[in-house]
């Protein structure tokens, strides 16, 4: 048993619904373009030495992955500037909760009226 199901009738339930809205709605490419990632080598080259980058996103804001050696790896946000190594917490948080209160109401419209 998958504890992650990612399609079929799981795909309905809370869990999946949380992880789809954390990740975003795809790897949003267009705020990439603020920055070159040949440039981003050449501005950290002297602090890690780069061996992947890695395009990703959180709640669909577009963030960059600097891995080097392990366990060296940079996160910059999308324009370049050195990001935090951890999502903060209120962000998490209020991703989760948009996500039950949507569930919520979705519950609640489904519902037989009696």
Same mark, same amino acid.
């Given at each position: 048993?998958?504890?992650?199901?990612?399609?079929?009738?799981a795909?309905?339930?809370g869990?999946?619904r949380?992880?789809?809205?954390?990740?975003?709605d795809?790897?949003?490419l267009?705020?990439?373009? =603020?920055i070159h990632?040949?440039?981003?080598?050449?501005r950290? !080259? %002297?602090?890690?030495?780069? &061996? #992947?980058?890695?395009?990703?996103?959180?709640?669909?804001?577009?963030f960059?992955?600097?891995?080097g050696?392990?366990? =060296?790896d940079?996160?910059?946000?999308?324009?370049?500037?050195? !990001? %935090?190594s951890?999502?903060? &917490? #209120?962000?998490i948080?209020?991703?989760?909760?948009?996500?039950?209160?949507?569930?919520?109401?979705?519950?609640?419209?489904?519902?037989?009226?009696?």
């Open positions: 048993m998958d504890p992650f199901p990612m399609g079929g009738e795909s309905l339930d869990s999946s949380i992880q789809t809205a954390l990740r975003g795809g790897v949003p267009a705020g990439f373009l =603020t990632p040949r440039d981003l080598l050449a950290f !080259a %002297s602090q890690i030495s780069v &061996r #992947e980058i890695e395009f990703a996103s959180f709640a669909n804001e577009p960059f992955i600097l891995t050696r392990a366990p =060296t940079i996160d910059l946000t999308a324009d370049g500037r050195m !990001a %935090s951890e999502f903060s &917490r #209120e962000k948080l209020g991703v989760v909760r948009d996500v039950g209160r949507t569930a919520m109401i979705r519950r609640k419209l489904q519902r037989p009226a009696w």
